[in-house]
């Protein structure tokens, strides 16, 4: 059975470094994903998707409010997707999910983790 668990969330001050986890199991990350999606759900507002990552290419896309300071990768070895965030704001708290499509495209996301919290006080 697929399954997606996240970790490495906590409470930082702002300016500060997290990296959360991804770690796939069930499916091979490579070769049974065609792309795997960090989402942000901050409180109040809808979902975001902030990065993802083509799984076979390792073609990344950032939406603009992280870009320069996320950066998504992947440990094919370890089956595993990285987020790591630097210089955090303020505005990128909230519970972090990570989710994989397997069809075409990044828009079926049909896996998803049961998130990770992450804090950030200025």
């Known amino acids: 059975q697929a399954q997606l668990v996240e970790s490495g969330g906590g409470s930082v001050q702002a300016g500060g470094s997290l990296r959360l986890s991804c770690a796939a199991s069930?499916?091979?990350?490579?070769?049974?994903?065609?792309?795997i999606q960090w989402v942000l759900q901050a409180p109040g507002k809808e979902r975001e998707g902030v990065a993802r990552?083509?799984?076979?290419?390792?073609?990344?896309y950032y939406a603009e409010s992280v870009k320069g300071r996320f950066t998504v990768t992947q440990d094919n070895a370890k089956n595993t997707v990285y987020l790591q965030m630097n210089s955090l704001k303020p505005e990128d708290t909230g519970t972090y999910y990570c989710?994989?499509?397997?069809?075409?495209?990044?828009?079926?996301?049909?896996?998803w983790g049961q998130g990770t919290q992450v804090t950030v006080s200025s």
């Open positions: 989710a994989a499509a397997i069809g075409v495209g990044c828009a079926d996301l049909r896996y």
């Open positions: 069930g499916y091979s990350i490579r070769y049974n994903y065609n792309c």
């Open positions: 990552i083509y799984t076979m290419s390792g073609t990344t």
